[in-house]
């Protein structure tokens, strides 16, 4: 086990960026999303669930670097895991006047395509070319997200 999380982990650190897989997002509102349109943004995908109680405490955070960033060169996905019902996400969604976009994933289909997420919340930092510049497990720390979304914005296309 501690051989596979270190091999997992040496993926990240050691290899340059890994690029973000292709998938496409089951969107609440009914429309799909894929990461193939999101090229040319920076993006966030943010796995997350409703039993989560890390994902629900950083929800404000999210929300609040949502809307810090939010334009026609940054997007933000949030990606409820597929054991996750969907109305609770529903539920979740329109009480708390989730801002971003937010996906099912029902078959766990996108999960196994961002290199097989498990834990929750798993966070994502995607560049304009399609390039994974941070993968976060378990609640980011939102200044240093901050300044990677920041410093990405900044560089061109």
């Known amino acids: ?5 270190a091999a997992a982990a040496s993926y990240f650190f050691i290899t340059d960026s890994p690029r973000a ?11 799909t999303l894929s990461t193939r349109d999101l090229r040319g943004k920076v993006y966030v995908v943010d796995f997350w669930a409703t039993s989560c109680a890390t994902c629900i405490a950083e ?6 670097t949502y809307q810090r960033f939010r334009s026609k060169d940054f997007d933000f996905i949030a990606v409820a895991m597929s054991y996750d019902p969907a109305h609770y996400v529903a539920d979740y969604s329109r009480t708390r ?7 099912l994933d029902k078959g766990g289909q996108v999960a196994r395509a961002f290199y097989d997420v498990r834990m929750t919340p798993t966070t994502f930092l995607v560049d304009k070319q399609g390039h994974v510049v941070k993968r ?3 609640r980011p720390d939102f200044a240093t997200l901050d300044d990677l979304i920041r410093d990405e914005l900044a560089r061109p296309a």
Request: charged share 5%.
């Open 1 to 5: 086990m501690v051989v596979a999380m």
């Open 21 to 31: 897989p292709r998938a496409t997002f089951s969107l609440l509102s009914g429309r």
């Open 59 to 64: 929800m404000p955070q999210m929300i609040q």
């Open 97 to 103: 006047h989730l801002p971003f976009q937010v996906a």
């Open 136 to 138: 976060i497990l378990g």
